[in-house]
């Protein structure tokens, strides 16, 4: 967007003026102005879908899920004006709907987020973006191509409150870092030692015996892409992130969290790392277990530590060879405090999708650096798979050699599904 186009959208929010914005100044034909209402639908009622049911500030009116059940609950609570889908590629041929929020299992994020980006749909995906590095190289582009809005549902990077239990703002982390205090490289540890849990409780069961598939829901289609497995209560809904087809436990679902807020306050939204080491017992071929530490190497040395045990010494969460920051701001290196809160606060970045939707500026988590931090969950997903280190190559972004890494950086989809 040209900066002369910028400053008018700005002047005109601080005038309160969007309701009377021209449909031509905001993108021209065919997009929906600031005085119409934004039009939701929902894939995935079971989990966060849910939860953003009854959310304010657009108007629902589509819903879609596999499971009868979940359907049923979303048609109830959104109301008589809100349609039903089971199948998400009817769902996307509705015209009427502006946002699709993809709330199901990882193993369909990308899948559908292509869909919908072809189909002229903006894009609110849960976590992780996507389940594969691959995956998300192929949504990046059809986002770009089709000139669609996404966000990732992960806001820490850019919201005014504590970074889970660590008492410290990522808005000041960044400061501590830019300032060069504790000098570089740097070396970020995520352990429950500063603030994070992750949540081994989502390991994967070893011992399924098959179950008759539930009349109320379509099984083959809530695999899609995933291999076939025999049903199993265990594998699908609440428990489904204990299994590498459709999620990687604990770190499938907070490693995007965790993660992306230090991508940003390292500055490396435009960088992937190059090696990834894993400690952890070998793991099961289908069931995500634990690990001990994951570390995330860049070229420049900075590390990313994924603290399992809580081992990484007496929890500093950042640092350098000039001293480390601990939680609540506490640092070796004396007027830390003091040197942040001199450095000027950046302009205040868009924390409300709907303005991305109808301004079309990119959202603070978008396709391109959310596909970075992403990246970096599913990366150490492959190397914990694995069981041994791999070495990533961040242009290509594949490993130079390593066919079985590939394998799992760029997966197979069962027929008919793929990303073409």
Not at 138 to 150: C, D, F, I, P
Request: net charge negative; with cysteine.
């Amino acid at each position: 967007m040209g900066s002369s186009r910028r400053t008018f959208l700005k002047q005109a929010a601080a005038a309160g003026l969007f309701t009377i914005v021209p449909r031509h100044v905001l993108g021209g034909q065919g997009f929906t102005a600031p005085s119409d209402q934004i039009t939701k639908g929902i894939i995935g009622i079971g989990g966060m879908g849910r939860w953003h049911l009854g959310e304010t500030g657009d108007r629902l009116i589509a819903v879609c899920d596999v499971d009868a059940n979940h359907l049923q609950h979303g048609l109830t609570r959104g109301g008589p004006d809100v349609k039903g889908y089971h199948d998400f590629r009817e769902f996307l041929e509705n015209k009427d709907i502006d946002v699709v929020h993809i709330a199901t299992p990882p193993h369909w994020h990308g899948l559908m987020a292509i869909a919908a980006a072809r189909a002229g749909k903006d894009i609110w995906c849960e976590k992780p973006m996507t389940r594969t590095v691959a995956e998300g190289e192929k949504l990046v582009e059809a986002v770009q191509t089709h000139g669609r809005m996404l966000r990732v549902n992960t806001w820490f990077r850019y919201s005014n409150e504590n970074f889970y239990d660590s008492g410290m703002m990522v808005k000041d982390m960044k400061k501590v870092v830019e300032s060069g205090i504790l000098g570089t490289p740097l070396r970020a540890t995520i352990s429950g030692a500063t603030g994070f849990a992750w949540k081994f409780y989502w390991c994967g069961k070893t011992d399924l015996t098959p179950e008759w598939i539930p009349e109320d829901l379509d099984y083959d289609l809530w695999l899609g892409p995933a291999p076939y497995k025999p049903y199993h209560h265990h594998r699908v809904h609440a428990t489904f992130r204990g299994y590498w087809d459709y999620d990687g436990g604990g770190l499938g679902d907070m490693g995007q969290h965790y993660i992306d807020p230090v991508q940003y306050l390292l500055g490396k939204d435009d960088e992937s790392p190059v090696e990834i080491i894993p400690d952890a017992d070998q793991q099961h071929p289908d069931a995500a277990g634990s690990f001990r530490t994951i570390t995330i190497r860049y070229a420049d040395g900075t590390e990313i530590v994924l603290d399992g045990v809580n081992n990484t010494g007496d929890g500093a969460f950042l640092e350098g060879p000039k001293g480390a920051l601990y939680k609540n701001m506490r640092c070796t290196v004396p007027g830390v405090k003091e040197a942040v809160a001199s450095m000027p606060e950046r302009e205040p970045p868009i924390t409300d999708f709907m303005v991305s939707v109808r301004t079309r500026e990119k959202f603070p988590l978008n396709e391109r650096n959310a596909h970075r931090s992403a990246s970096l969950v599913n990366l150490a997903k492959v190397a914990w798979q694995l069981g041994r280190p791999i070495h990533f190559d961040p242009v290509t972004q594949r490993c130079p050699g390593d066919e079985a890494a590939n394998r799992l950086i760029d997966q197979p989809m069962r027929a008919p599904w793929s990303l073409v």
